[in-house]
C-alpha cells in the first residue's frame, strides 16, 4: 500500500528568536516574496520525485509562519493543489506567534484549516524569562481569536521551567484545558546545545528543574490530560479522540512519505522495499536556499539513499513515540529488519513494553523515558 504524502513546508522567519529555540530560524518580519517564488520552484521539483500523489496533510511550520501574507498562503496552497491535489478532508497547518492574532481570521479565509499557536505559558514572568513579546493576557486573546477563526486549534505550552513548581504547572495546564480546544501539545523545556539558555546554564545563571520533578510534572501532565479526556496519543501530544489528532504529525511517526520545502526542511519518500528511502535536507540559510532553487531547480543537495539500516532505525524511533506503537509488520514490509527482540523482551518482562508480533508500545510509566528505550530497540 503506498504510504500517506505530506507536504511540510518551513517559513524560517520570526519577529524575535527566543533564547530556547534551536530551530532553523532568522530575525524578520518583512514578507520576503522572493523566498515565496523560490519555495513555489522547489514545489515543481518535487513533483518530479513524487509522481501524482494526492496531499494528506500540508503544514507551514517554522520559524514563525504566521507572517505569511494570507495572499502568499493562498498562492502557496494553490499551488500543491494543482500539483498533487488534495485529498479530501485535508489538513492544512499552520504554526503560528500570538503576537500575530490579528492575521488569523485571514489566513484561515486563505485555506488553512488548523492552527496551533504558541502559547507556551498564561503566567507573565514566566512568559518574560521565556523571552517571548506576549504577556498573559496576550496568550488568553490569541486563544479566543484562533477558536474563532479555525475549525481545529491547538496550541503549545512549555513546562518544567525554572522555579516551576506542581502547583504552578497544575494552575497553568487547568486554564489550558479549560479552553477545550481539540488538542495540546506539552513540551517539558529541554536545554538545546547552542542556545542562549544553554550558555545561561553553563554559567549557572539558568537552573532547570532536575529529574525527579521534571518526572512528576510529566506525570501530572498525564493525569490532568486524561482526566478531560485530552488522551496522550505521543509523548508530548494530547487529542481529544483520533479525529483531533495531527495527521501531519502522525505521517512523521508512522513512516509516512513527506514532501520538505523551504529552507533547512527535510523530506524522506519511499522505502528500501520499494527501491529505496529519499532522505533530503534543504539548505538552511534564506540565501543559500534561494541561490540553490536558482542554479540547480530544488531546494535540497543531492539527496541521500538510507540504508535498510538507517530507515529501520528511523521507524523505530519514530514509531515508539506513539502510544499505539510501532507497526511491526510495516516495517518488516518496508526494511526487511525487525525490533532487537531480545532488548523488546527484557522491557516487556519489566512492564516497560507491550509486544505482540506485530505490534512493540512504551507502557505509559515508560513513556518518559522513550527515546533512550527506543535507541535500545534499533538492531545491532
Ligand atoms: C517552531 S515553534 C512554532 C511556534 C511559534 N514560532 C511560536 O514560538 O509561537 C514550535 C513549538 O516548539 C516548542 N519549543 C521550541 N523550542 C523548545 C524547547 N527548547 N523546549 C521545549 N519546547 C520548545 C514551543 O512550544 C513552540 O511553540
Ligand atoms: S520559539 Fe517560535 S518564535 Fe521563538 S524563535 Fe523559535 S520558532 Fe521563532
Redesign the pocket.
Known amino acids: 500500500m503506498t504510504p500517506s504524502l505530506g507536504l511540510y513546508l518551513h517559513w524560517p522567519y520570526?519577529a524575535r528568536i527566543?533564547p530556547?529555540?534551536?530551530?532553523n530560524v532568522y530575525k524578520s518580519r518583512a514578507s520576503h516574496d522572493d523566498l515565496v517564488d523560490a519555495i513555489l520552484a522547489d514545489m515543481g521539483h518535487w513533483r518530479e520525485l513524487t509522481g501524482k500523489r494526492p496531499l494528506a496533510s500540508i503544514h507551514f511550520?517554522?520559524?514563525?509562519p504566521s507572517l505569511l501574507k494570507p495572499a502568499q498562503l493562498e498562492h502557496l496552497i494553490a499551488r500543491a493543489e494543482d500539483l498533487w491535489g488534495l485529498e479530501a478532508g485535508i489538513e492544512i497547518g499552520l504554526?503560528?506567534?500570538?503576537d500575530d492574532q490579528a492575521a488569523f481570521a485571514g489566513l484561515a479565509a486563505a485555506g488553512a484549516n488548523r492552527l496551533s499557536?504558541?502559547v507556551?505559558s498564561f503566567d507573565d514572568a514566566a512568559l518574560k524569562a521565556l523571552g517571548r513579546a506576549h504577556d498573559g493576557d496576550g496568550a488568553r486573546a490569541a486563544i479566543k481569536a484562533a477558536q474563532a477563526a479555525f475549525p481545529r486549534v491547538s496550541f503549545?505550552?512549555?513546562y518544567a521551567l525554572e522555579g516551576q513548581g506542581l502547583d504552578d504547572w497544575r494552575g497553568e495546564l487547568s486554564e489550558a484545558i479549560d479552553y477545550g480546544t481539540e488538542h495540546l501539545?506539552l513540551?517539558?523545556?529541554?536545554?538545546?546545545p547552542g542556545?542562549a539558555f544553554a550558555k545561561r546554564v553553563e554559567r549557572g545563571a539558568l537552573i532547570p528543574p532536575g529529574e525527579d520533578l521534571a518526572a512528576d510534572l510529566y506525570a501530572l501532565t498525564q493525569e490532568l490530560c486524561a482526566k478531560a479526556g485530552l488522551e496522550a496519543y505521543e509523548i508530548s501530544n494530547h487529542a481529544r479522540g483520533v479525529s483531533a489528532q495531527s495527521v501531519h504529525n502522525r505521517l512523521y511517526w508512522t513512516g509516512g512519505d513527506w514532501i520538505g520545502v523551504g529552507p533547512g526542511a527535510h523530506g524522506r519518500l519511499g522505502s528500501a522495499s520499494g527501491g529505496g528511502r529519499l532522505a533530503t535536507e534543504a539548505r538552511a540559510r534564506p540565501e543559500a536556499y534561494r541561490a540553490g532553487v536558482t542554479e540547480t531547480g530544488r531546494g535540497h543537495g543531492a539527496p541521500e539513499i538510507l540504508s535498510a539500516d538507517a530507515e529501520a532505525a528511523e521507524r523505530i524511533l519514530m514509531g515508539l513515540r506513539i502510544t499505539d506503537g510501532l507497526d511491526r509488520a510495516a516495517l518488516r514490509a518496508a526494511t526487511g529488519r525487525d525490533i532487537d527482540i531480545g532488548a523488546a523482551e527484557r522491557y516487556a518482562r519489566q512492564g516497560l513494553l507491550t509486544l505482540t508480533p506485530d505490534r512493540v508500545a512504551l507502557t505509559p510509566e515508560a513513556r518518559v523515558y522513550g527515546d533512550r528505550m527506543a535507541n535500545e530497540l534499533v538492531p545491532d
Not at 20 to 23: A, E, K, R
Not at 95 to 98: I, L
Open positions: 520570526c527566543c530556547y529555540c534551536d530551530f511550520g517554522g520559524g514563525t504554526e503560528a506567534n500570538p499557536l504558541g507556551q503549545d505550552m512549555i501539545s513540551y517539558q523545556l529541554t536545554i538545546e542556545t
